[in-house]
């Protein structure tokens, strides 16, 4: 999008970024192509930057931060202060007096900020705090509304409304205000008093019919339905079992139980209740007898019968000490009205209060005492919707530049300064110090992305066992090699509040490091095949020497039992095949020497040269191929593997890696001490290049070729005489035929 304002850019990473330095760039940020964005997206964890303003920053609660929110928390922070070039200080205190209350908003923020530090205590303050807003249950502790719509027994000044809470509470579940008290939401008083009227309509029918449903009135009633129900399974029981020995007399003994079964119950303690004896009938069973109320009853259910007489036989249809099978059927039929009733109770959450209580709710008007106090607190949500706006115009006023310069462009991570939001601490290993560490939820996800970076990466799980904390993170190494980096090693991490991990590595993505590391690399190659096949040799000539002596300590042992061995002849083949290695090893020496006799007559230069194009033609193709690899260095995949959308190919050049990672070296002034008592003797390397220079340098005088720059009497045919050669360029002498 065209745009007037004249932008500034810097490059970094082999790409342009854009700077922000003033209040005018960041209010032009909406118009800045996005192509021209470092990034378009980032994770709300595991950065080093306040949480809190990341979620306030996340409009949408989806745990990303995208441009147009970003340019949103922008644009918020630039109209509410009157000096917006303030966001670059990233003060961690907001002054009053910097709030612009020209506007409407603004002067609802100041206000509300004001407010929020008189709830503190700090009514005289001029500034506010990040830490002022942390913590809304300090803020609103003891205050009976603060604009959330949740009431709670503060709001209420008489008992009964502080009692109608508590029941809401109780039947329904609170729901927390902003300091964190337990109360009600409109929504549930609504829920509540709609059950209430459900209860209430159900009562109403029992009113509408209460001689047939109450014939004894409410409680005397209940009490008579209660204890028919009590006991009616038992009744019920007995009248049946009569009703079958009447019709055969044969079956009393077996109705009124077995003489065995009574032997097991007395063999044990008895009780009143004990099951053994709830479980038989209530009476002697004879045909057509009544149920005795008192005397020869079951003394399990004694009590049970006894409430039956008192509590409904006797007021509904008179006392009596016995209780023939019509009375029953008639006592039944006296609380069947009540009972079907009861079970036309609907399921409400509020029946646990009862129905007195549910009555006088009903009764009481109370509803509206609350809908009057959830007023009070609503005509307040616009202050409190300012409270939240002053936590967030604090936290981008300390917060908001920090994370557009690790955003809209990288500054932070080229810039040298103070490490990148992403970057999350320091680790120390094989004498190197790695700054590009992120944190890994899945190592085995994050390598699947981040193996295209083309860096080389190690991840680490990292323990503090004090505290019992574990992380996992991700280091690069862009300097020095990879000889001694191995899955298993132990380092320090350091994370960037100072506390130490232990470090230990679990899986490596293995890529060029350096230059220097591809130069040696093939030599290196060389070396270890060297030393794995002399091992190989080493342990297969180890093994045939030991089969050798136990095959002569066993011919040793059975001297008297065992054959001399026959001589072997002598092979032929063997001898032609001795004979051409031989042949093909002098051959090869014989052309070695002539190449090294054939390099040395062209100079000392060519000489050199000739050297330097072998080293040359040997490391060549492994420095090549690592330096496309390391041209293709990028932290794009990197970050992406964590959630982030970067917009960039940002590079990770040679000298740039190496102030990522930093290679140890001796601190400047410092005395070396070189003497290692126990040092191994190494091999002659300097002694013997002494020597081939030497000899070098005699063979050269010998074939007078230093003959210009030396006397006559120092040049050989002086000094050798009839053994020296001819001089170079001198005419040889032809011998004449005879």
Same mark, same amino acid.
């Given at each position: 999008m065209a745009t007037k304002h004249r932008w500034t850019f810097f490059r970094a990473g082999d790409f342009d970024q854009v700077k922000l330095e003033t209040a005018e760039d960041l209010g032009h940020i909406q118009n800045l192509d996005q192509k021209l964005w470092v990034a378009l997206a980032c994770p709300t964890v595991g950065l080093e930057i306040d949480a809190r303003t990341l979620a306030l920053i996340d409009i949408d609660k989806d745990g990303r931060i995208r441009a147009p929110e970003l340019i949103g928390a922008v644009g918020f922070a630039l109209a509410n202060l009157k000096k917006p070039d303030d966001l670059f200080k990233s003060a961690p205190a907001l002054p009053l007096d910097a709030i612009n209350d020209k506007s409407a908003d603004g002067a609802v923020l100041l206000a509300s900020a004001r407010q929020i530090l008189t709830n503190l205590g700090k009514a005289d303050a001029t500034e506010i705090t990040a830490e002022d807003v942390a913590d809304p249950t300090k803020i609103f502790a003891n205050t009976p509304f603060n604009g959330d719509g949740v009431i709670t027994e503060l709001s209420a000044s008489e008992e009964t409304g502080k009692a109608a809470i508590r029941d809401i509470i109780a039947c329904l579940g609170g729901d927390p205000d902003r300091a964190g008290q337990s109360g009600v939401t409109q929504e549930k008083i609504d829920a509540f008093f709609e059950e209430v009227q459900q209860h209430g309509a159900w009562i109403a029918q029992a009113a509408a019919d209460s001689n047939n449903i109450w014939p004894l009135g409410p409680a005397a009633t209940a009490a008579a339905a209660a204890a028919v129900k009590a006991i009616k399974p038992k009744v019920d029981d007995y009248f049946g079992r009569c009703r079958l020995a009447a019709f055969d007399p044969r079956a009393i003994p077996i109705l009124n139980r077995k003489e065995e079964e009574y032997l097991t119950v007395a063999a044990s303690d008895l009780s009143i209740t004990a099951d053994e004896v709830a479980s038989f009938p209530l009476a002697a069973i004879v045909a057509g007898q009544p149920l005795p109320l008192e005397g020869g009853v079951n003394p399990a259910h004694a009590a049970a019968l006894g409430a039956l007489r008192r509590d409904a036989l006797a007021p509904l249809i008179g006392d009596r000490a016995q209780l023939g099978e019509g009375d029953w059927a008639t006592l039944q039929s006296k609380v069947a009205a009540y009972q079907a009733w009861q079970d036309a109770r609907p399921t409400l959450r509020v029946n646990l209060l009862g129905d007195e209580r549910l009555v006088a709710l009903a009764a009481s008007g109370i509803r509206e005492t609350l809908g009057n106090l959830m007023a009070q607190d609503k005509a307040l949500e616009k202050e409190a919707t300012g409270l939240e706006n002053v936590e967030r115009l604090v936290r981008y006023h300390r917060d908001l530049v920090l994370l557009c310069t690790n955003f809209v462009n990288f500054r932070d991570f080229y810039d040298g300064g103070q490490p990148a939001i992403f970057q999350v601490g320091t680790l120390y290993l094989d004498r190197r110090s790695c700054a590009l560490c992120l944190p890994v939820d899945d190592a085995t996800k994050h390598a699947t992305m981040a193996s295209l970076a083309g860096a080389y990466l190690a991840y680490l799980d990292c323990v503090r066992k004090a505290t019992g904390e574990k992380r996992q993170i991700v280091a690069a190494f862009t300097a020095g090699d990879s000889d001694n980096l191995m899955v298993g090693r132990n380092g320090l991490f350091y994370d960037r509040q100072g506390r130490d991990w232990d470090a230990t590595i679990t899986?490596?993505?293995?890529? %060029?490091?350096?230059?220097?590391? *591809?130069?040696?690399? %093939?030599?290196?190659?060389?070396?270890?095949?060297?030393?794995?096949?002399?091992?190989?040799?080493? *342990?297969?000539?180890?093994?045939?020497?030991? *089969?050798?002596?136990?095959a002569t300590a066993a011919t040793t042992a059975n001297v008297d039992r065992t054959k001399p061995p026959e001589q072997k002849k002598l092979d032929v083949g063997t001898v032609a095949a001795l004979g051409v290695a031989v042949g093909a090893i002098g051959t090869f020496a014989t052309a070695l020497v002539g190449y090294i006799s054939g390099v040395l007559q062209l100079g000392v230069a060519a000489t050199i040269g000739a050297f330097l194009g072998v080293i040359l033609a040997i490391s060549a193709p492994s420095m090549i191929l690592a330096f496309i690899k390391l041209r293709k260095r990028n932290l794009g995949p990197i970050l992406d593997a964590n959630g982030w959308a970067v917009n960039a190919k940002a590079r990770i050049n040679v000298p740039f890696g190496t102030t990522l990672t930093g290679v140890a070296h001796l601190p400047s002034g410092a005395r070396r001490d070189k003497r290692d008592r126990y040092a191994e003797k190494g091999f002659p390397w300097k002694k013997l290049l002494l020597l081939a220079a030497l000899i070098y340098s005699g063979y050269r005088w010998y074939e007078g070729a230093l003959n210009r720059f030396l006397p006559?009497? *120092?040049q050989p045919q002086a000094v050798l005489g009839a053994w020296a050669p001819e001089p170079r360029g001198a005419p040889r002498a032809v011998a004449t035929p005879k």
């Amino acid at each position: 999008m065209a745009t007037k304002h004249r932008w500034t850019f810097f490059r970094a990473g082999d790409f342009d970024q854009v700077k922000l330095e003033t209040a005018e760039d960041l209010g032009h940020i909406q118009n800045l192509d996005q192509k021209l964005w470092v990034a378009l997206a980032c994770p709300t964890v595991g950065l080093e930057i306040d949480a809190r303003t990341l979620a306030l920053i996340d409009i949408d609660k989806d745990g990303r931060i995208r441009a147009p929110e970003l340019i949103g928390a922008v644009g918020f922070a630039l109209a509410n202060l009157k000096k917006p070039d303030d966001l670059f200080k990233s003060a961690p205190a907001l002054p009053l007096d910097a709030i612009n209350d020209k506007s409407a908003d603004g002067a609802v923020l100041l206000a509300s900020a004001r407010q929020i530090l008189t709830n503190l205590g700090k009514a005289d303050a001029t500034e506010i705090t990040a830490e002022d807003v942390a913590d809304p249950t300090k803020i609103f502790a003891n205050t009976p509304f603060n604009g959330d719509g949740v009431i709670t027994e503060l709001s209420a000044s008489e008992e009964t409304g502080k009692a109608a809470i508590r029941d809401i509470i109780a039947c329904l579940g609170g729901d927390p205000d902003r300091a964190g008290q337990s109360g009600v939401t409109q929504e549930k008083i609504d829920a509540f008093f709609e059950e209430v009227q459900q209860h209430g309509a159900w009562i109403a029918q029992a009113a509408a019919d209460s001689n047939n449903i109450w014939p004894l009135g409410p409680a005397a009633t209940a009490a008579a339905a209660a204890a028919v129900k009590a006991i009616k399974p038992k009744v019920d029981d007995y009248f049946g079992r009569c009703r079958l020995a009447a019709f055969d007399p044969r079956a009393i003994p077996i109705l009124n139980r077995k003489e065995e079964e009574y032997l097991t119950v007395a063999a044990s303690d008895l009780s009143i209740t004990a099951d053994e004896v709830a479980s038989f009938p209530l009476a002697a069973i004879v045909a057509g007898q009544p149920l005795p109320l008192e005397g020869g009853v079951n003394p399990a259910h004694a009590a049970a019968l006894g409430a039956l007489r008192r509590d409904a036989l006797a007021p509904l249809i008179g006392d009596r000490a016995q209780l023939g099978e019509g009375d029953w059927a008639t006592l039944q039929s006296k609380v069947a009205a009540y009972q079907a009733w009861q079970d036309a109770r609907p399921t409400l959450r509020v029946n646990l209060l009862g129905d007195e209580r549910l009555v006088a709710l009903a009764a009481s008007g109370i509803r509206e005492t609350l809908g009057n106090l959830m007023a009070q607190d609503k005509a307040l949500e616009k202050e409190a919707t300012g409270l939240e706006n002053v936590e967030r115009l604090v936290r981008y006023h300390r917060d908001l530049v920090l994370l557009c310069t690790n955003f809209v462009n990288f500054r932070d991570f080229y810039d040298g300064g103070q490490p990148a939001i992403f970057q999350v601490g320091t680790l120390y290993l094989d004498r190197r110090s790695c700054a590009l560490c992120l944190p890994v939820d899945d190592a085995t996800k994050h390598a699947t992305m981040a193996s295209l970076a083309g860096a080389y990466l190690a991840y680490l799980d990292c323990v503090r066992k004090a505290t019992g904390e574990k992380r996992q993170i991700v280091a690069a190494f862009t300097a020095g090699d990879s000889d001694n980096l191995m899955v298993g090693r132990n380092g320090l991490f350091y994370d960037r509040q100072g506390r130490d991990w232990d470090a230990t590595i679990t899986k490596i993505i293995d890529n %060029p490091i350096s230059l220097r590391q *591809a130069f040696w690399s %093939p030599y290196k190659k060389f070396v270890r095949f060297l030393e794995e096949q002399i091992a190989k040799r080493a *342990a297969a000539a180890d093994a045939d020497t030991n *089969a050798k002596l136990t095959a002569t300590a066993a011919t040793t042992a059975n001297v008297d039992r065992t054959k001399p061995p026959e001589q072997k002849k002598l092979d032929v083949g063997t001898v032609a095949a001795l004979g051409v290695a031989v042949g093909a090893i002098g051959t090869f020496a014989t052309a070695l020497v002539g190449y090294i006799s054939g390099v040395l007559q062209l100079g000392v230069a060519a000489t050199i040269g000739a050297f330097l194009g072998v080293i040359l033609a040997i490391s060549a193709p492994s420095m090549i191929l690592a330096f496309i690899k390391l041209r293709k260095r990028n932290l794009g995949p990197i970050l992406d593997a964590n959630g982030w959308a970067v917009n960039a190919k940002a590079r990770i050049n040679v000298p740039f890696g190496t102030t990522l990672t930093g290679v140890a070296h001796l601190p400047s002034g410092a005395r070396r001490d070189k003497r290692d008592r126990y040092a191994e003797k190494g091999f002659p390397w300097k002694k013997l290049l002494l020597l081939a220079a030497l000899i070098y340098s005699g063979y050269r005088w010998y074939e007078g070729a230093l003959n210009r720059f030396l006397p006559a009497e *120092a040049q050989p045919q002086a000094v050798l005489g009839a053994w020296a050669p001819e001089p170079r360029g001198a005419p040889r002498a032809v011998a004449t035929p005879k």
